[in-house]
């Protein structure tokens, strides 16, 4: 997702979940996990990046897998289910978050 943010609230106290992402060329990005939304029977995990330099967040379909302790983030393939899943991120966070059009 490609919209950009400012975070209005941090919470030093909150413990923050991180997760290693790995793009194309290999290089680890990572990505503080905020929360997880249901759109039309699937799951979404939104990911804020611990970079500042990136405003992009990471919207990705939770999958499970044969460990039931463990999940697999995957790309959302449809444009319609990102765009809904990030305006119930939008709704949710709203008062945590200074969204930028």
Not at 4 to 29: A, P, Q, S
Not at 37 to 46: D, H, R, S
Request: charged fraction near 40%; glycine fraction near 2%; aromatic fraction near 12%.
């Amino acid at each position: 997702m490609s919209e950009n943010f400012e975070k209005d609230i941090i919470n030093e106290e909150e413990t923050e979940e991180i997760i290693v992402l790995v793009d194309d060329d290999g290089n680890e990005l990572e990505f503080i996990y905020v929360d997880t939304f249901e759109y039309e029977g699937n799951e979404y995990a939104v990911l804020l990046p611990v970079d500042e330099n990136n405003p992009d967040i990471a919207i990705l379909k939770v999958e499970e897998t044969d460990d039931p302790e463990m999940v697999e983030y995957v790309p959302v393939e449809s444009e319609d289910a990102l765009n809904a899943v990030f305006d119930i991120f939008k709704e949710a966070y709203k008062d945590e978050f200074d969204f930028e059009d």
